[in-house]
């Protein structure tokens, strides 16, 4: 990819420390929480822009993988392995350190796994998933894998609802933070908000900086092809099937990273995040930034999930998303962020 390409990582990079100095001189750091969480969510639509986008197919189920990053290291994280400390397997974990021991705030002791071994698994897991029901779900087309990948949505939905290790419908709470690096911890104390909030941005800059190698790759173009037209990339050869199910499984990693991410910023996570209603958010916020257009899923996901964390929608949040949604397939189906949809917003502007 040529250096050019990169421009626009460089001014968003810029604009993102702009923001942060705007908010220091203006005292509303508080925004700076609202901004954290939308970037992790912008990373999920930007999953879920390359399955839609590029590989042509629509997924209803994002929330579902989300919640399967989110849920794993929830649990992983909150399990108490103080009394299996001894046996060989976990000693060998404490050893190397990969286990973590810490005092709650009633002053007791504790010992659980690092945030980067469910994290792995996390990912892990998620692919594993995304690639058992891609194989079969995305030989399917049209509505129909829209109500399969939608299915396997509710199907999430349900079991962290109804099982009792994920916290049934009180979800999971007192999920410690996430240290990264030294220095670096993904958490919910105030004392580190902002640099919470670059590190957020930057595994969306990391995400933006994959996926514009992969589009811009033979992959990319093969991708492109499958979008335009699956039986005339098929007969030159694409594997079509096969390229399907690898977006796919992207999309489903990225979906949940988020939701392991965001999960150690919150302290917890509930069965809301899985919610058939998130998951139509981020088609939403696919739909309305294009398809196959990556810089405005982003733009689009920054400022929408903004103000729906901010509460401008209030209790008509999920109903706002619905709606945008269907006036974007109606009127706008390409996304906002298309020359043919700039130019008929300008007439409709102008009154013609």
Not at 57 to 72: D, H, K, M, N, R
Not at 111 to 128: C, D, Q, R, T, Y
Not at 164 to 176: K, L
Not at 320 to 329: N, T
């Amino acid at each position: 990819m040529k250096l050019k390409k990169y421009y626009p990582i460089v001014l968003l990079a810029g604009v993102l420390v702009l923001i942060q100095l705007l908010t220091l001189i203006t005292g509303t750091a508080y925004y700076l929480t609202q901004l954290t969480m939308a970037a992790y969510y912008v990373v999920v639509a930007l999953g879920l822009s390359m399955v839609m986008g590029y590989a042509g197919q629509i997924s209803l189920g994002q929330a579902g993988f989300f919640a399967i990053g989110g849920y794993t290291t929830a649990v992983l994280t909150t399990f108490d392995l103080t009394d299996k400390i001894s046996r060989p397997f976990f000693a060998f974990l404490d050893k190397i350190g990969l286990l973590v021991h810490k005092v709650t705030l009633y002053g007791d002791s504790i010992v659980h796994l690092s945030p980067w071994i469910s994290f792995i698994l996390a990912l892990v897991l998620a692919g594993v998933v995304a690639y058992s029901i891609g194989v079969p779900v995305l030989r399917l087309k049209g509505h129909y894998l829209g109500m399969a990948t939608m299915g396997f949505g509710i199907i999430i939905y349900r079991i962290v609802l109804g099982t009792h290790i994920f916290g049934e419908a009180d979800g999971i709470s007192n999920v410690p933070a996430f240290p990264i690096l030294p220095g670096i911890t993904i958490g919910g104390d105030f004392s580190i908000r902002i640099i919470n909030y670059y590190t957020a941005w930057f595994f969306v800059i990391l995400a933006m900086v994959l996926l514009l190698n992969l589009i811009n790759s033979r992959t990319g173009r093969a991708l492109r092809s499958l979008h335009g037209g699956e039986d005339a990339a098929d007969a030159m050869g694409v594997n079509t099937a096969q390229y399907k199910v690898k977006v796919f499984v992207i999309g489903a990693v990225f979906a949940a990273a988020a939701g392991v991410f965001i999960t150690h910023y919150n302290g917890g996570i509930g069965p809301s995040e899985s919610s058939v209603a998130k998951s139509v958010r981020y088609v939403a916020i696919v739909a309305v930034g294009g398809m196959a257009n990556l810089w405005g899923v982003l733009i689009m996901g920054l400022f929408l999930n903004f103000l729906s964390l901010r509460g401008l929608f209030g209790v008509y949040d999920d109903a706002v998303f619905g709606i945008i949604l269907v006036i974007i397939m109606m009127f706008f189906p390409d996304g906002l962020f298309q020359p043919a949809s700039l130019n008929r917003i300008k007439r409709i502007l102008r009154g013609k």
